[in-house]
């Protein structure tokens, strides 16, 4: 039950109308209050922390100076959004935050009036704040566009097309730069040098002419986010004026949390007590089988190079990030640069692995096809979060990859199943002369023991793991051990396919010849991804093997923990089973019958055709 300070604070925050009737004398305490508050439920509830303790005030001196939601506010990815939800009405929601049904840990346009913009992937926001000052000022209304974007996520090349459009059109836009000197790693780049320059003259009263002024925007600041009469009072000054405008705001990553002061990283993101608990013994994640093969491999390899586009701890790249420095590049919050960085890099001899979430390839997919696959140049992509990520839900769910990577000619896509063959595949992959990718779950798999010798895969060929009866389940990646769970119970037969692409023809085509039904698993839309591969394979060899597809369906799935996500996908042991069994029993009578049926979207069965048939 929460506590009477909390109860009145959540009463206070039903609405920031109340807040602007406080006094500015008074707001100090207020923030301290919400501080507090979101440190208490995020301890309990997990989820992002010091981004969000960093910017309490000014959350509040924003909320306090602009006529939210009519003056357009709009945050940058939205990790630090957590005080904003709590001063928009969500207080009473916050203990909810990232779990099946509760509030969402980035920001939705479906959530409140106040999430101007959704987001969760990086430098959208002055875009987004460009397009809604450009609106207002089509539509002859008043309204202020305000951007809130940190020094991390200005490291993207999208910030700078925006600011760099938004200055030429002289748009009437407030771009609020939260400057922690912090991305979730230490901010990298010149930019960092230039932003402490900037400081420091400014401070000695003679600023230096800055990036932001050449761009056409006039620069205001430095202020100090903490302080918030100065924060107030700076704010309101910018809202007076018009035309670009750029407010330089320094902030504390974790201010108010010793501890998340102490060590920003760490805090960045933090789980619910519960999840120590539930960490089972024997178990590591995938991202560590990959951090720790890329040591062993840079070892005795010179010219192997890591590539991350700021994500070094997420990709478990700290050791290696340690022990080569001069082998490993923290490019920024920059997914495009990466990819064709590492495309030079290819082109003079060096093998370089771009370490880099599913969902953030999303951003680099021209550069993935223009830059190495048209080359043909042999960079490794290691794709971490492929599948359902769980509780950063929809933005973050790496549930495209399968399709959007199987219709690059030349790319050679592997889906490993568990830890031991990531780092087969992985091992495989550099002695490959062209393009890889190699995607891999948000989950634990089983330690490596000692002994465990690394080995060569020979690509593009599956892994008959189980002979059974009347159905073959051909599996692409993680889901390999519910499938061995239900075609136990099933007596079907088990394929792990290991490979996208190149994929195993002659098993399909002879698990097809031996099967009444093949099904496909993946966790990847079912739109084109890995059991449409199966379809036109078997379309194009005339085989007519029934098919059920089994997958992630056509909609963003929402957060949750990924094996509820998983679940309700029907794609753990029991809902394979049961698919596949309800499959098997409308077979019998239609084994007399050629005439092909379809289930539903997410379970669609389908006689395959030739395209000529159709
Ligand atoms: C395109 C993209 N790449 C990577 C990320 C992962 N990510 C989330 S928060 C963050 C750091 C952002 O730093 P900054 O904008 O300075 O905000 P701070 O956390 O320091 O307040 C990163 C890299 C992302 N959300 N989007």
Do not use: I, R
């Given at each position: 039950m929460a506590d009477t300070a909390a109860e009145d604070a959540t009463e206070a925050w039903q609405d920031p109308v109340l807040l602007r009737t406080l006094k500015v004398t008074e707001l100090p305490a207020a923030a301290e209050q919400l501080r507090r508050f979101v440190l208490e439920s995020v301890t309990r509830s997990g989820g992002h922390l010091a981004a969000g303790l960093g910017v309490v005030e000014l959350t509040v001196a924003l909320h306090y100076v602009f006529d939210t939601p009519r003056d357009a506010l709009v945050w940058d990815i939205g990790h630090q959004a957590y005080p904003h939800k709590v001063l928009t009405g969500r207080g009473p929601r916050l203990a909810t935050i990232r779990q099946r049904h509760g509030l969402s840990g980035f920001l939705s346009r479906e959530e409140s009036p106040y999430d101007t913009f959704g987001a969760g992937h990086s430098s959208t926001s002055i875009s987004a704040a460009l397009g809604m000052a450009i609106a207002y000022a089509q539509q002859g209304l008043p309204q202020h566009a305000v951007a809130v974007i940190g020094d991390g996520a200005l490291q993207a090349g999208m910030a700078y097309e925006a600011l760099n459009h938004a200055g030429a059109l002289k748009a009437n836009l407030l771009v609020v730069l939260n400057d922690n000197d912090m991305s979730i790693s230490r901010s990298v780049g010149a930019l960092v040098d230039s932003l402490q320059r900037v400081r420091k003259s400014a401070a000695s009263e003679a600023p230096a002419q800055t990036l932001f002024e050449h761009l056409g925007f006039r620069y205001l600041g430095p202020v100090d986010g903490h302080d918030l009469p100065a924060l107030v009072g700076a704010l309101s000054a910018a809202k007076a004026s018009s035309g670009p405008r750029l407010l330089h705001v320094v902030t504390r990553k974790g201010r108010g949390h010793a501890p998340a002061e102490a060590n920003p990283i760490g805090f960045h993101a933090i789980a619910p007590p519960s999840a120590a608990k539930s960490s089972a013994g024997g178990e590591v994640s995938y991202s560590q089988i990959f951090g720790d093969w890329m040591c062993e491999e840079a070892a005795h390899n010179a010219r192997l190079v890591a590539i991350t586009p700021a994500m070094c701890e997420g990709s478990a790249l700290v050791r290696f990030a340690r022990e080569f420095p001069a082998r490993y590049f923290d490019a920024g919050i920059a997914e495009q640069h990466s990819v064709t960085l590492a495309a030079g890099l290819a082109c003079r001899g060096m093998r370089p692995l771009v370490a880099i979430y599913s969902t953030f390839l999303q951003r680099a997919y021209d550069q993935l096809i223009h830059d190495v696959c048209i080359q043909k140049l042999p960079v490794v992509f290691a794709l971490d979060r492929a599948g359902v990520v769980g509780p950063d839900g929809a933005t973050h769910n790496g549930a495209f990859d399968l399709s959007f990577l199987r219709c690059i000619p030349g790319l050679t896509v592997m889906v490993p199943a568990d830890g031991a063959e990531l780092r087969n595949m992985l091992h495989s992959a550099v002695h490959l002369s062209g393009p890889v990718a190699i995607r891999y779950p948000r989950t634990a798999t089983q330690a490596l023991a000692q002994e465990q010798q690394v080995q060569m895969l020979p690509i593009g060929q599956a892994q008959l793991c189980r002979t059974g009866q009347r159905a073959a389940l051909l599996c692409f990646g993680p889901l390999l051990p519910a499938a061995m769970k239900a075609a136990e119970a099933l007596d079907a037969t088990v394929v792990n396919m290991r490979f996208l692409k190149p994929l195993d023809v002659a098993m399909v085509l002879r698990m097809a010849r031996r099967h009444e039904l093949l099904v496909t698993l993946e966790d990847?839309?079912?739109?084109?991804g890995a059991g449409s591969a199966v379809g036109e394979c078997l379309w194009e060899h005339g085989a007519r093997t029934r098919v059920l597809q089994l997958g992630l369906p056509d909609r963003f799935l929402p957060h949750g923990s990924r094996d509820q996500i998983l679940s309700e996908a029907g794609l753990d042991a029991d809902g394979i089973q049961n698919a596949v069994r309800t499959r098997l029993e409308q077979l019998l009578p239609a084994r007399s019958s050629p005439s092909h049926s379809r289930a539903n979207a997410a379970h669609h069965g389908a006689e395959p055709m030739r395209p000529s048939d159709a």
């Open positions: 990847n839309t079912l739109a084109g």
